[in-house]
């Protein structure tokens, strides 16, 4: 016999999913973050990366709870890519060129909003869901929790310390980093360490971008061709 499925949830019930409300957390902690990083160096990185840790704990409460929703993954990935966009235009006013980062926002945005949209034309649940793919880097990314993390916490990690060095609007990017690498100090450490996963993610979004754009054409192809 048929289980009979539970009571319909309530739109409201869904806004204030556990995972859901630390996703309004994260809105509001890079929001003040944002509103002091140019006059706090040391309270917006600190806010910026908490609103990041908090990206790892909404997943985890989502799938903990059983609260997982399609509000919940926009929230998420809005909230990601709005968050990044802004420390990426706040570092291109700081170092020079300016136009790496600018170009770092554009493949960032374009490739996660190319590979969200290709996943509802091919009806996947997830935009994770990229079993399917000829690209070896790009299934280990997506299909491996661990070196997805690592990856885009390279990132954060190598921008956040990239602000934390800014001390003028004249700073030349490659001198920045080539005077801290040679220096044996933890901070070395780390931007030698992000710069690998860093390097990664900018690979896989441009394979992901690729991938979904090809995706976008063949639905075309294929529904031109039942016409």
Same mark, same amino acid.
């Given at each position: ?110 490739? #996660? ?13 997830? #935009? ?96 031109? #061709?039942?016409?």
């Amino acid at each position: 016999m048929a289980k009979k499925p539970g009571p319909r949830p309530s739109k409201l019930s869904v806004y204030l999913y556990i995972p859901n409300i630390i996703g309004y957390m994260r809105v509001l902690l890079n929001c003040v973050a944002f509103s002091q990083c140019l006059t706090n160096k040391m309270i917006f990185p600190i806010l910026y990366f908490l609103s990041f840790v908090c990206d790892a704990v909404d997943g985890w409460c989502a799938r903990k709870f059983n609260q997982v929703s399609t509000f919940g993954a926009v929230l998420d990935m809005v909230t990601d890519r709005i968050s990044t966009a802004c420390l990426l235009v706040v570092l291109s006013q700081v170092y020079k060129p300016g136009l790496i980062f600018l170009s770092l926002l554009a493949l960032d945005i374009a490739s #996660h909003w190319l590979q969200m949209y290709s996943t509802f034309l091919l009806g996947k649940a997830s #935009h994770k869901d990229v079993k399917d793919s000829s690209s070896w880097l790009f299934r280990l990314y997506y299909g491996n929790r661990m070196f997805m993390a690592y990856c885009c916490v390279s990132c954060e990690v190598l921008y956040l310390i990239l602000f934390y060095l800014s001390e003028k609007e004249t700073e030349k990017l490659v001198d920045v980093l080539s005077i801290n690498l040679q220096k044996i100090s933890l901070l070395s450490f780390l931007i030698g360490t992000s710069l690998f996963g860093w390097a990664v993610k900018q690979v896989v979004n441009i394979i992901q971008m690729k991938t979904a754009a090809d995706v976008c054409v063949l639905y075309d192809i294929d529904r031109k #061709h039942k016409q």
